[in-house]
Antibody, heavy 116, light 110 residues
Framework: EVQLVESGGGLVMPGGSLRLSCAAS????????MNWVRQAPGKGLEWVSL????????YYADSVKGRFTISRDNDKESLYLQMDSLRAEDTAVYYC?????????WGQGVLVTVSS | QSVLTQPPSASGTPGQSVTISCSGG????????VSWYQQLPGTAPKLLIF???QRPSGVPDRFSGSKSGTSASLAISGLQSDDEADFYC???????????FGTGTKVTVL
């Protein structure tokens, strides 16, 4: 069974940093491109970033470019999102999602709250 | 910022059909495949339709997708109470080099 489990969320002050993790199981993690997608409270879905199987292709949404860094460890079957210079508008539930031209499996999400 | 436009809401009585539109442009829907996601209240999104009109195993054939030019549609027939959810379209955007989601449509079963 495919499972994606996010962790690392919480409350952080504006300008602070947080690192999210996504632990994958039930499939060959190294064979899939992975993504982060977020959803602000009461709002729609917003794609954040993707990383290809071998980390050679990485893309970011303009809203997080220069502040967020996506990475992965295929040996540990884990995906990461390093979030720096956090702003109030980054407050959202963050989902990791497996990609095959579409997002076929999603984690349960982790809440990040940026507030003083 | 969403670049795919959906109606904010749609509704119908049990057994009726509803259709949700998703309007984009040449750099996204016009040149890439569309997927649809269902998000039940308080849960993570779930893949409903992929590659414009394909259903994953386990998704009832009451759900169908189509694409024409720079627009796509999701049709739900035989509406059921547990279809109440938010629905989102998505596609890769060649100009933005990223995925774009639709604005989302809340389906209500009256």
């Amino acid at each position: 069974e495919v499972q994606l489990v996010e962790s690392g969320g919480g409350l952080v002050m504006p300008g602070g940093s947080l690192r999210l993790s996504c632990a994958a199981s039930g499939f060959s993690f190294s064979s899939y491109t992975m993504n982060w997608v977020r959803q602000a409270p009461g709002k729609g879905l917003e794609w954040v970033s993707l990383i290809s199987r071998g980390s050679d292709n990485i893309y970011y949404a303009d809203s997080v470019k220069g502040r967020f860094t996506i990475s992965r460890d295929n040996d540990k079957e884990s995906l990461y999102l390093q979030m720096d210079s956090l702003r109030a508008e980054d407050t959202a539930v963050y989902y990791c999602a497996r990609q095959y031209k579409f997002f076929d499996y999603w984690g349960q999400g982790v809440l990040v709250t940026v507030s003083s | 910022q969403s670049v795919l436009t959906q109606p904010p809401s749609a509704s119908g009585t049990p057994g009726q059909s509803v259709t949700i539109s998703c309007s984009g442009g040449s750099s996204n829907i016009g040149s890439n495949t569309v997927s649809w996601y269902q998000q039940l209240p308080g849960t993570a999104p779930k893949l409903l339709i992929f590659i414009n009109n394909q259903r994953p195993s386990g998704v009832p054939d009451r759900f169908s997708g189509s694409k024409s030019g720079t627009s796509a549609s999701l049709a739900i027939s035989g509406l059921q109470s547990d279809d109440e959810a938010d629905f989102y379209c998505a596609a890769w955007d060649d100009s933005l080099n990223g995925y774009v989601f639709g604005t989302g449509t809340k389906v209500t079963v009256l």
